[in-house]
């Protein structure tokens, strides 16, 4: 809640006027509690599951073969019924694990220092926080993930996550309870080492969600924004490791490809494409070949 009864009194204590993004926030949370911002976390978590993969959810029920040529795994179709019960499952997940771990995290927030106050972060700020973010919580993820593909690790938590070894959309944050709360840490790190404003600890937590829709989606658009964003995985990498399954020990990254690099996770999915690129070579030869006999 803002220490301040009115905007002239906030204006006074900045020594400035309030701009117009300023404005909008102090009409916004000058009545609400910290905590009951920080808990708009749950409900942006909810529509974002629910709102986000719908596109991707619809190209795939409509089976048009202008799409179905950038599916990952084309092969491998999922029914509506089956879709709509993977939605279901993280939705009850939500329900009993994220949401109750969200309304009991608030005082780590409050230790770290994020804050609600005035003044707002500028643009860069934001932008150089959310950087740090995601390299913080892509590194750690890719060390918990790696333990999560040994053998107990796998067993008794990991597999449910790869019960789908082809990704769907729906299925980003569906996983065990447990691994839920593990990966939890990662995320939490780079706030915690950082702290900035409830605002961007918002947009780090749609941010990191959508990626992980993204990378799960099944289908790899050329015109996808993503392929310009330096070592970003995206859903052919991650798609790869859904593939290959509990042996899987390659392309362990959550966003970026650059541990699996340099720690040599990477090498079973760079042979597969350069594979794959070889015999794609070798059809279009044959394909001229038979052109010029033809003629």
């Known amino acids: 809640m803002l220490p301040y009864k009115s905007i002239e009194e906030a204006a006074a204590h900045l020594g400035r006027n309030l701009t117009y993004a300023e404005t909008l926030w102090f009409n916004y949370s000058a009545d609400k509690s910290d905590y009951v911002l920080f808990c708009h976390?749950?409900?942006?978590?909810?529509l974002i599951f629910s709102v986000v993969p719908l596109p991707i959810v619809f190209i795939q029920l409509l089976r048009s073969p202008s799409f179905?040529?950038?599916?990952?795994?084309?092969?491998?179709?999922?029914?509506?019924?089956?879709?709509?019960?993977?939605?279901?499952?993280?939705?009850?997940?939500?329900?009993?694990?994220?949401?109750?771990?969200?309304?009991?995290?608030?005082?780590?927030?409050?230790?770290?220092?994020?804050?609600?106050?005035?003044?707002?972060?500028?643009?860069?700020?934001?932008?150089?926080?959310?950087?740090?973010?995601?390299?913080?919580?892509?590194?750690?993820?890719?060390?918990?993930?790696?333990?999560?593909?040994?053998?107990?690790?796998?067993?008794?938590?990991?597999?449910?996550?790869?019960e789908y070894t082809a990704p769907i959309a729906f299925a980003a944050p569906y996983a065990h309870w447990a691994e839920i709360l593990?990966?939890?840490?990662?995320?939490?790190?780079?706030?915690a080492m950082v702290?900035?404003?409830?605002?961007?600890?918002?947009?780090?937590?749609?941010?990191?969600?959508?990626?992980?829709?993204?990378?799960?989606?099944?289908?790899?658009?050329?015109?996808?924004?993503?392929?310009?964003?330096?070592?970003?995985?995206?859903?052919?990498?991650?798609?790869?490791h859904h593939y290959v399954g509990g042996q899987s020990q390659s392309n362990f990254a959550s966003v970026f490809t650059y541990c699996d690099y340099i720690y040599g996770t990477d090498k079973g999915y760079r042979y597969q494409k350069k594979l794959l690129q070889k015999l794609q070579g070798m059809d279009d030869g044959e394909d001229r070949n038979a052109g010029f006999k033809s003629d």
């Not at 009993?96 to 700020?125: D, M």
């Not at 961007?200 to 990191?208: G, P, S, V, Y």
Request: proline share 6%; net charge neutral.
């Open 182 to 191: 593990i990966l939890g840490i990662p995320s939490f790190l780079g706030p």
């Open 68 to 162: 179905d040529k950038y599916k990952i795994q084309p092969k491998v179709q999922l029914s509506t019924a089956e879709i709509f019960k993977c939605y279901k499952d993280v939705m009850l997940t939500f329900f009993f694990i994220v949401g109750p771990l969200q309304l009991v995290s608030y005082p780590s927030v409050k230790i770290v220092g994020i804050h609600t106050g005035l003044p707002l972060p500028s643009g860069w700020e934001i932008a150089a926080q959310l950087f740090v973010y995601f390299v913080v919580e892509d590194y750690t993820n890719y060390w918990v993930h790696r333990f999560l593909h040994g053998k107990w690790g796998y067993e008794n938590i990991h597999k449910v996550h790869h």
């Open 195 to 240: 702290p900035g404003h409830m605002i961007t600890f918002w947009l780090w937590i749609a941010l990191r969600q959508m990626e992980a829709i993204d990378t799960h989606s099944g289908y790899d658009f050329p015109w996808s924004l993503t392929k310009y964003i330096p070592f970003y995985g995206g859903a052919d990498y991650h798609d790869y």
């Open 41 to 46: 976390n749950i409900l942006f978590l909810f």
